[in-house]
């Protein structure tokens, strides 16, 4: 049950190993060899069969994408090596080219994606390294890139002999264990950047943990893990443009990595279950612990929690609109539809121009069936999905789409893939799903989701997704694939209709969760009157393993002192989180132009921790005033106005999604319900034609 904070693990098919080693990415191609020791293979064009017969170890060249991924490109046997000896030592450097009838303007020149396995973590370090010196005497500089797995660097070239003159090239090598993966690109500035090889690099090192949580490879010698090559922060004063010269380079240390790939591979295949409770992630804490006490694990992601980026941007005396931008030229769908129906939202950097966002699951409506009100889907099997978006000036774009997805050797009986459907997962959800003239029951897809919410992991680029249907939060591999879900224990309490929002501290070690409206509990009358949301928080510093740290109090606005009908008309529309404490919350009522569209900060340091707390002298926590609460110990979390979007002229009565991008500034987006208005007594879907709208905002004083 929610309100004794228990959570179970459902499904957790694929828990991936401790620190996973997912990229945020890209990266070269010179004349260079790739990982600079161990690229000694011969042309892909020149083998027969090097195949490893040793079973032990997984054929690496399958984490590498083909061409079948890469469309508009082909791979160049004479420049890919390949290396597979019978001792698990194995490199593959893959080396594509666009195709000439390709349009220049669509990707780069040329991606180059490595992966190698050594004899040992000690000797993926030395290689590293190496690999490190000979970009740099070849014209590569380093760039500032997150620690991911054991060891990471990332590089950046203009011109010159590295990457040819006009043309740009970006890099991203790390190390896990025995394991390095590298995705680099290069070409014109104007269809060549960094963001490219993020995708590249992530599906690649979600391959990789896929791999090692069935088949853990020994590592007869480990590494130290946890060092990272960084450049120092550029001093605001002089950041006048991107194009500024890069500062010297500084190593630091994070103790957060494992110290062997074994290890956390062993620990995930032990963990990894099918509908199994973990009974440890039931402990809670006792009532009263305050919301800034520190997790209970004795692993720490750094002594110095990360902190939001400072803005460079000019300083504005009162919020500010810097771009309102629509998704004029959405992806096509199928039968005419749109790529749409955007909820949660969060900034890839601080640059105001690189989002995901998330669709929820897919186009539907409400039509009558035999007299009950039940949900129509035109497209049945549609997939919900994770959406970059890049913004540039005044148009806003489609980067890459990533289907969510079962982990491998698992197939979805309503796709026959490993796609999941926005389907409802079971009987008695809250609504059926329909064709849309009524006529046939689409039933249930047990892996079905609404996704409604959407949190970056900073430490691995994996997502933390809130759904509607359980309620409940998917932990989800930044190539889509599914590696948990927490569902409320028991699941007695009635909450119908209503999507979990979900955040998560910079550091990762906090994800935060809040229902969009209160409870039903006792009974519908009580949840729809009350103005008491919980707020629920995990303890994520192991991320395979997240365990209750609390439970506080959020209260909205009263309805009719902002110009709501009723209270149950005012939503929590999205969260971010700006530290373990401290969350932004879009607060919302349900009508299109109406007047309520705020961000809030609130901080939950002094908030009283109610885990536990299911009666309150006779009432419920839904049902209990004001008085009453605080007359029985309890404070709410702080709060404060930050934003009036409605001032700003943003009014949509879905507010689903808010982004923190720096210090002072935020962006948001609405779902837009793929165009959906409603469907008729025919079955015919009446439609809107309006896309999603995307705004960025800088706010005066920062928000952390």
């Known amino acids: 049950m929610m309100e004794k904070a228990r959570l179970a ?56 994408l083909g061409v079948n991924e890469l469309p508009g490109y082909t791979l160049d046997p004479a420049r890919s090596t390949l290396q597979d000896r019978n001792d698990g030592t194995v490199s593959y450097d893959a080396v594509f080219t666009r195709d000439s009838s390709t349009d220049a303007r669509s990707g780069p020149a040329e991606i180059r994606l490595a992966v190698a396995r050594t004899a040992s973590g000690v000797e993926s370090m030395r290689a590293l390294a190496a690999t490190r010196e000979a970009l740099a005497a070849a014209g590569w500089s380093l760039r500032p890139v997150p620690l991911l797995g054991d060891e990471s660097v990332g590089f950046e070239a203009q011109g010159g002999t590295a990457v040819g003159a006009g043309n740009v090239g970006y890099g991203y090598l790390f190390r896990f264990g025995r394991h390095l993966i590298a995705a680099f690109v290069a070409g014109a500035s104007g269809s060549t950047s960094s963001d490219q090889t993020l995708g590249y690099a992530v599906r690649m090192s979600a391959r990789l943990d896929a791999s090692l949580a069935t088949r853990p490879v020994p590592d007869p010698q480990p590494a130290p893990a946890g060092t990272t090559l960084a450049l120092a922060s550029p001093d605001p004063s002089t950041a006048t443009s991107s194009t500024a010269a890069p500062a010297t380079a500084t190593s630091s240390t994070s103790a957060t990595a494992p110290t062997s790939q074994q290890t956390a591979a062993q620990t995930a295949a032990q963990q990894a279950t099918t509908q199994q409770t973990n009974p440890q992630s039931s402990s809670a804490p006792q009532t009263g612990q305050q919301a800034n006490a520190q997790p209970t694990t004795t692993q720490q992601t750094s002594t110095q929690p990360p902190q939001v980026q400072a803005s460079a941007r000019q300083s504005v005396r009162v919020p500010t609109v810097l771009s309102d931008v629509r998704l004029d030229k959405a992806p096509d769908l199928e039968n005419g539809f749109k790529l749409g129906g955007f909820s949660g939202l969060v900034a890839v950097d601080s640059s105001g121009t690189s989002f995901v966002t998330l669709t929820d699951r897919g186009p539907n409506g409400e039509i009558k069936v035999n007299g009950q009100a039940e949900a129509a889907f035109p497209l049945p099997k549609f997939t919900p999905r994770l959406v970059r978006l890049k913004l540039d000036g005044d148009k806003l774009t489609v980067a890459e789409t990533i289907l969510l997805k079962l982990p491998e050797g698992f197939k979805d009986p309503i796709t026959k893939t490993r796609e ?196 309150i002298n006779g009432k419920t926590v839904e049902q209990s005033s004001e008085s009453e609460l605080r007359a029985a110990g309890i404070n709410y979390v702080t709060k404060s106005m930050s934003v009036d979007l409605a001032k700003l002229g943003f009014r949509p009565d879905k507010f689903e999604g808010l982004a923190l991008v720096d210090s002072t500034t935020i962006a948001v987006v609405n779902d837009n319900d793929f165009g959906v208005q409603s469907i008729d007594t025919h079955g015919k879907v009446v439609r809107t034609g309006s896309p999603p709208r995307l705004v960025v905002i800088r706010v005066p004083d920062p928000l952390q």
Do not use: C
């Open 420 to 615: 999941i459907t926005g389907l409802p997962p079971f009987q008695g959800s809250g609504e059926d799903a329909y064709s849309p003239d009524g006529k046939q029951d689409l039933g249930i897809d047990p892996n079905g989701v609404d996704t409604e919410s959407l949190a970056l992991d900073s430490r691995d680029g994996s997502f933390w997704i809130g759904e509607e249907y359980g309620p409940s939060i998917l932990h989800v591999a930044s190539d889509g694939t599914i590696l948990m879900r927490l569902v409320p224990g028991g699941r007695v309490i009635d909450a119908p209709g209503e999507n979990v929002r979900s955040t998560i501290s910079p550091d990762g070690t906090r994800v935060f969760a809040m229902i969009q409206s209160p409870l039903l509990n006792p009974d519908k009358k009580s949840g729809e009157d009350s103005r008491n949301l919980r707020i629920l928080v995990l303890d994520t510093t192991d991320a395979t393993s997240p365990k209750v740290a609390g439970m506080y109090l959020y209260q909205t606005e009263v309805a009719s002192d902002v110009g709501a009908k009723v209270q149950d008309n005012i939503k929590i529309g999205d969260i971010a989180a700006v530290s373990r404490t401290r969350i932004l919350v879009a607060e919302r009522d349900s009508e299109d132009g109406g007047t309520h569209k705020k961000v809030y900060t609130i901080d939950l340091a002094d908030a009283t921790d109610v885990t536990g707390r299911n009666d």
């Open 9 to 64: 693990p459902f499904r957790a098919r694929a828990a991936r190993p401790g620190q996973t080693m997912t990229v945020v990415a890209s990266r070269m191609l010179g004349a260079l060899g790739l990982i600079a020791t161990l690229l000694i293979g011969t042309p892909v064009a020149a083998q027969t069969n090097t195949q490893s017969t040793d079973p032990t170890f997984p054929d690496l060249r399958s984490l590498v």
